[in-house]
């Protein structure tokens, strides 16, 4: 699990060893931070307010990725990445 005082060194870990490789995060300034997904936009994590959202980009266009908010960037960053692990690999056809 991801600690907010080290989430710098997290967010662009190496491949875990499984077919889909984890997200590799880029902090854009403030609370906004990007993952490039190719053939797939982009998936962002932002914070307005309070919460952290996370949204699905390609150029002009953007909506919610997951509906959740979340209170802290390692709770985004972590569901985050189990849901685009989980869409993956639907489409893939890999076991759950």
């Known amino acids: ?24 995060w880029e902090h854009l300034g403030g609370d906004h931070y990007r993952a490039r997904c190719p053939l797939f936009g982009s998936l962002r994590i ?6 952290f959202m996370v949204i699905w980009s390609v150029p002009g266009h953007c909506e919610s990725f997951i509906e959740e908010e979340f ?17 993956l690999s639907k489409v893939l056809n890999l076991p759950a």
């Open 1 to 24: 699990m991801i600690v907010d005082n080290d989430i710098d060194s997290k967010m662009s870990s190496p491949d875990r060893g499984g077919i889909i490789k984890p997200l590799i």
């Open 46 to 51: 932002e914070r307005y307010s309070k919460e």
């Open 71 to 87: 209170k802290t960037l390692s709770e985004a960053v972590e569901a985050t990445q189990v849901e685009y692990e989980r869409r």
